[in-house]
């Protein structure tokens, strides 16, 4: 925002020098970008925050000065002589859509002589870089500027019906803009129309046809309230870009429409003559006084900053904000009612805010003691680090992947069957509007585009939320779940171990088990569904050929996705340490031949159970298949390791707990010794 000095003294007295201004500006928020001096004026240049919309005009920035020095604020008053015809005779305003302009006002002038500005008006333009157009053009912009509400003049005579339609445009319309370029128009836009045609880009720029020019002798004054979503939107599609678009992205106070379209008709007829038609149309959701209450209770300013400010130096520098004492301030708290210009003021943290930067951050000592009270991070905080450190240790880097995926992406893996996606209606990009069921998908791009860049062992993870139908009454936690999923070049059974490395750092003593998966993405009995401790924790398994000649991977690719809420709940709180042992530990291998329906974690248990106490560790050797054992048999080599924390074993000992493992796979499994 481009501020001029000598534009500010006709709201406030400026006594101050130019420097002690922009100093005190600085420090309440409004950071100073620079000064130029233009034809004896000063062109103040201000970075305005997005949630500060009120100090995009100069009233706005006056408002500042007056609270920073206490001085008295004068607005002009606006209040223009009208003939004895009415408006609404000559012309008429209908909204079609009120959810992207919900109000609209229209006063009409007639025989206005179109010139030159004054010297006054250009002058103040001029310091904040306007070119003067003509004097009715100029009068709207310098409004503009004055109160941060955008304002259009149209030429009343080339109104097609002399009638104002607000509604969306329609497909295939087109409008030649004041800039002489021709923009295509999509039905989502909010465009201004008379009974033909388009005639302005809403909130964005007037169209050429209907312009202000020497010629115009009638003229119609819009101001408008436009949804700040549908400006920027159409903006942004358009490459479009005014100061109009940018104050109605950051909203208006719709409490000063009426004052700024009189305050322009009483203008233009200083500068350009004619007769003000009487009354005005004003057409949509009328503005509703603000009733929220905001409570401040004086301890929490100084818990919050550190200092001790006086009630009464806190009230007075609020109610020069513009903020309206509820009832008489007591001395712990008060109630404030915030200023319709003032958006950004809703909580007490806000008011806390604004009395900081107003009493001045510079009375805040530097050395001030604040306690700091110091908290163990959540339990999802310290689960995922350990994951992090534990998959980055296995050669994984981690992907960010976007929530929005396309159709086709969906159907690339669906764990959860038919189970319809949630679309997003309004999502930016077109083919990519629904929210995904699982981060698979997207890591299978991922690791695409890593292949297209020559990068083919690309071994990625990522922990983000996936998003379901929630069912009635369901918890958070079912319907947006977190979870952890990676993709890998690896076999399936090294990922397999993965998960298991996963699983033990959090917690060895849990129990991880797998089943045949009916997953249809995977290749046929190359899937498995994972259950943790009995609950259910997510899905491994190689992606079928289908999928990666979809994806045009080069290489086989195995997956994984798991449920962090069950290893969230199941991190192992303190990790006890155990000393090294003082003797050397025996091991045996054992490569027994079984029936091919017996996993290896069942028989893993049976030799943990018949080893006994000198068991240290059973690691898994390989597995083998082929004609010399026969059809339908398969063998494992198993090394099992036997130690005593007490004294070195002797042969007999590891003996007899051998022979007892033989005997219970025997027994229990009928598994013999190869």
């Known amino acids: ?22 100093d005190r500006l600085t420090i309440s928020g409004l950071n100073l970008e620079g000064i130029e001096e233009v034809d004896g004026d000063s062109a103040i240049d201000l ?49 079609e859509c009120p959810d992207l302009c919900p109000r609209y006002i229209a006063r009409v002038i007639k025989n206005v002589k179109v010139g030159q ?73 909010c465009v201004i129309a008379d009974a033909e045609k388009p005639v302005a880009i809403a909130g964005v720029m007037g169209g050429l046809e209907t312009e202000i020019s020497e010629q115009t002798t009638n003229v119609l004054i819009e101001v408008a309230n436009f949804t ?13 870009h005014s100061d109009s678009s940018f104050r109605f992205e950051r909203y208006i106070d719709v409490h000063q429409m009426d004052w700024a379209s009189r305050r322009c008709c009483d203008l233009i007829l200083q500068v350009a003559g004619g007769e003000l038609l009487a009354g005005s149309i004003d057409v949509g959701e009328q503005p509703v006084e603000n009733t929220n209450e905001i409570t401040l209770r004086f301890n929490q300013i100084e818990r919050l900053l550190g200092i001790k400010i006086p009630g009464e130096t806190i ?10 004492k509820v009832s008489k301030p007591s001395d712990s708290e008060a109630s404030f009612i915030a200023p319709t210009w003032r958006r950004d003021l809703a909580r007490e943290v806000d008011l806390i805010e604004e009395v900081a930067r107003i009493y001045g951050y510079d009375q805040i000592p530097e050395d001030r003691y604040l306690p700091v009270n110091l908290c163990s991070p959540p339990e999802k905080d310290l689960t995922t680090r350990l994951l992090y450190a534990t998959l980055n240790g296995l050669g994984f880097s981690e992907a960010y992947t976007v929530s929005f995926v396309s159709r086709e992406d969906h ?35 991922s ?32 319907v947006e779940p977190i979870k952890l999923s990676f993709v890998s070049g690896r076999s399936l059974l090294e990922l397999k171990g993965v998960v298991e490395t996963l699983v033990a750092r959090v917690n060895d003593a849990l129990t991880l088990e797998a089943k045949p998966s009916e997953i249809n993405q995977f290749e046929a009995g190359r899937g498995a569904e994972l259950t943790l401790n009995g609950k259910p924790f997510g899905w491994l398994g190689e992606i079928s050929r289908d999928v990666q000649d979809r994806l045009d991977l080069r290489d086989t690719v195995t997956v994984a996705e798991l449920d962090l809420a069950l290893l969230i709940d199941n991190r192992k709180q303190v990790v ?96 013999n010794l190869r």
């Not at 500060?52 to 920035?61: F, N, Q, S, T």
């Not at 920073?68 to 012309?91: C, H, M, R, W």
């Not at 009230?315 to 513009?322: K, M, P």
Request: net charge negative.
């Open 1 to 22: 925002m481009i501020a001029s000095w000598d534009w500010l003294k006709e709201y406030v007295t400026l006594d101050m020098s130019l420097d002690e201004l922009t």
């Open 47 to 95: 970075e305005v925050t997005s949630n500060r919309a009120d100090c995009l005009g100069h009233i706005g920035i006056a408002r500042e000065v007056v609270c920073l020095f206490g001085k008295e604020l004068s607005i002009p008053a606006a209040e223009p002589a009208t003939s004895d015809e009415n408006v609404d005779t000559v012309t008429s305003v209908e909204i």
């Open 117 to 189: 500005s004054p010297d006054w008006l250009k002058k103040r333009l001029a310091a904040l870089g306007i070119a003067s157009i003509n004097n009715v053009v100029d009068v709207t912009n310098y409004v503009q500027m004055e109160c941060g509400q955008p304002l259009h003049a149209f030429d009343f005579d080339k109104l097609a019906g002399r009638k104002i339609i607000v509604r969306q445009a329609k497909k295939g319309e087109k409008i030649t803009a004041i800039d002489q370029r021709d923009y295509e128009l999509t039905p989502e836009m």
């Open 228 to 240: 700040p979503l549908t400006v920027r939107n159409t903006a942004r599609k358009l490459s479009l």
């Open 315 to 324: 009230v007075q520098i609020l109610t020069n904000l513009g903020l309206e």
């Open 411 to 445: 159907e690339l893996f669906q764990p959860y069957g038919d189970r319809e996606p949630l679309f997003v209606e309004h999502s930016t990009r077109k083919k990519e509007n629904l929210l995904r069921h699982s981060l698979v998908p997207s890591l299978l791009k």
């Open 447 to 478: 690791r695409r585009e890593n292949e297209r860049h020559n990068v083919f062992n690309a071994e990625l993870f990522e922990i983000a939320k996936v998003y379901l139908v929630a069912k009635p009454g369901a918890p958070e936690a079912e």
């Open 576 to 671: 006890h340490a155990t000393e090294l042992p003082q003797y050397p530990n025996i091991t045996r291998d054992f490569n027994f031949v079984m029936n091919d329906t017996v996993a290896w974690d069942a028989l893993e248990a049976t030799v943990r159970n018949a080893a006994g106490r000198l068991l240290e560790e059973v690691q898994y050797g390989g597995m083998y298949r082929g004609k010399q054992l026969g059809p339908d048999l398969k063998s494992y080599l198993m090394h099992v390791s036997f130690r005593s924390p007490e004294r070195t074993l002797t042969s007999d000992e590891v003996d007899a707990a051998h022979a007892k493992i033989v005997a219970a796979c025997e027994k229990e499994l009928n598994v």
